[in-house]
């Protein structure tokens, strides 16, 4: 391993200390701070390594051997010559690569006194083909080093403390100890009581953030921005000022209490708020539990972790939001109300063809006429393909797009979220390019049995598939059927909207 390496894995440690430092600090009554936090964040500090000039330069070598290099050194200029020392030195010499021109060279090596000696005493040596210096015709200075690595450890041990208190769940740093331990002059509770921090509910919490965001001042009570839980047991509310434009945010700390309130500006508007009346609609821990349930029926490990409530975009009915950790599942939403988002695969498609036909007549898509632009189904078992761009290349799930006449919109339907149904006003008068009853479910699942065959597709990869209806990118301007199983293109083809071969591929 090269010094530099030795240097760098040193700032990594460094990094991860100050952050253990920060984490238990921040996350935990003062005893733990500093009995914890302060010496780890001062080992970190002093852990850190100082970049100099005789650090970061080249060692100086010696080589022997077919392959070393022939140098004739005609001058040095270093600081010192005392018995061991290592300073940087300034060689001027002429080497003599091997089949090669000679050429004069001058470069700044890090050079032991003894070295340094023998060469005033024998100017004749050779060193190692990767030590061979540049040819250039500028001469180096000593002002050039350490250079840049000057901050590079402070960067590294910066960055990973950074890292490592984002990206560590808040209940890692938690530290067991005695609760009872107060500040001088205080009762020992905080501004809340400890005993209350392993047991408070859903309910509790949700209804301890209320009443602080109703402290913040008249207009808070319908604008709030957002709220979190998080799965340490900390809870933080955002709240618009529409006095300032500011935001101001109440942070509560399990085990400390309330943080002081934060103001600072924001984009946030009146049109990205809801009211506390919506925060406490739901029943939140049937709600919770609902989601629990949802997402270990998709994955035995799914643990629900944090959980959220904000407006997904402006003007948009607020949603409850459960992150989920160990395992894949990623979200589950709800509904202002509690109404929990289904789970679904939508590589089944009996399932998927029944909720974008409920969705369709919600929106008032006629099912007889020519409203369809894009008819899409994306599944989310792994491997499966991209046909296109769009709203469910990530997620999978069902998209539609309609177009009739002074109208137009999309549907979103993907596994664990609310419908996004969007519409718009508009001056056209065009109609779609085919109608919700020209897309059967029968002809989709023929189409699908037909790529299977033609690109022998095993039964356990029937799921991951996209299929694509529309008449975009089509030369003769016809609605045509798109698809593709796993991501081998044996499987791809194209079909008409009848459910007919007409060519491998999708281009």
């Known amino acids: 391993m090269t010094p530099r390496a030795g240097r760098i894995i040193r700032a990594l440690a460094a990094g991860f200390l100050i952050a253990c430092g920060i984490g238990i600090g921040a996350t935990n009554p003062w005893w733990a701070a500093v009995v914890f936090g302060a010496p780890l964040i001062g080992a970190g500090v002093l852990l850190v390594p100082a970049a100099t000039a005789r650090s970061e330069l080249p060692r100086f070598r010696r080589a022997s051997g077919p392959a070393a290099v022939p140098v004739r050194v005609d001058a040095m200029t270093r600081s010192s010559l005392r018995t061991g020392a290592v300073q940087p030195t300034l060689v001027s010499a002429l080497v003599s690569p091997p089949g090669d021109t000679p050429f004069q060279a001058r470069w700044i090596s890090s050079m032991p006194a003894s070295d ?150 924001t984009d946030k508007r009146r049109r990205d708020t809801f009211s506390v009346q919506d925060l406490m609609s739901a029943d939140i821990e049937k709600m919770t539990a609902t989601m629990r349930a949802e997402g270990v029926k998709s994955d035995a490990e799914a643990n629900l972790a944090d959980l959220d409530m904000r407006r997904p975009d402006k003007d948009g009915d607020p949603r409850w939001q459960a992150r989920f950790t160990g395992s894949t599942l990623s979200t589950i939403e709800a509904t202002v109300d509690g109404a929990v988002a289904l789970l679904f695969d939508p590589g089944d498609f009996a399932v998927s063809f029944d909720l974008i036909h409920k969705a369709l007549r919600s929106a008032k898509v006629p099912f007889d006429a020519d409203a369809l632009t894009r008819f899409e189904i994306r599944g989310t078992a792994k491997g499966t393909p991209i046909l296109f761009a769009g709203s469910i290349q990530n997620s999978g799930g069902v998209y539609v797009e309609y177009r009739l006449p002074r109208r137009s919109g999309s549907i979103v339907l993907a596994p664990g979220e609310l419908p996004r149904v969007t519409s718009r006003t508009t001056t056209s008068t065009t109609s779609g390019d085919f109608s919700v009853n020209d897309v059967p479910r029968a002809t989709f699942e023929a189409v699908r049995d037909d790529a299977m065959r033609r690109g022998d597709v095993d039964e356990f990869d029937r799921n991951a598939v996209n299929m694509l209806m529309w008449s975009t990118f089509q030369r003769d301007g016809a609605v045509r059927i798109l698809v593709q199983l796993t991501r081998d293109d044996a499987s791809a083809g194209t079909y008409s909207a009848r459910g007919e071969f007409i060519q491998a591929g999708i281009r």
């Open 116 to 265: 340094a000696r023998e060469l005033v005493a024998s100017p004749f040596t050779a060193i190692p083909p990767p030590d061979l210096p540049r040819r250039s015709a500028t001469t180096p200075e000593f002002d050039d080093y350490p250079g840049p690595a000057a901050l590079l450890y402070a960067s590294i041990a910066a960055v990973t403390a950074l890292v490592a208190v984002f990206a560590v769940p808040e209940g890692v740093w938690r530290v067991d100890g005695p609760a009872s331990l107060s500040l001088p002059g205080s009762d020992g509770t905080g501004s809340s009581p400890r005993g209350e921090d392993r047991t408070d509910t859903y309910t509790q919490r949700r209804q301890r953030l209320a009443e602080q965001i109703r402290t913040i001042g008249p207009a808070a009570d319908d604008n709030v921005v957002g709220v979190w839980f998080d799965r340490g047991g900390s809870d933080r509310a955002e709240v618009y000022d529409p006095a300032t434009g500011q935001a101001v945010t109440v942070h509560y700390i399990k085990g400390v209490g309330w943080a002081e309130p934060r103001r600072e500006a």
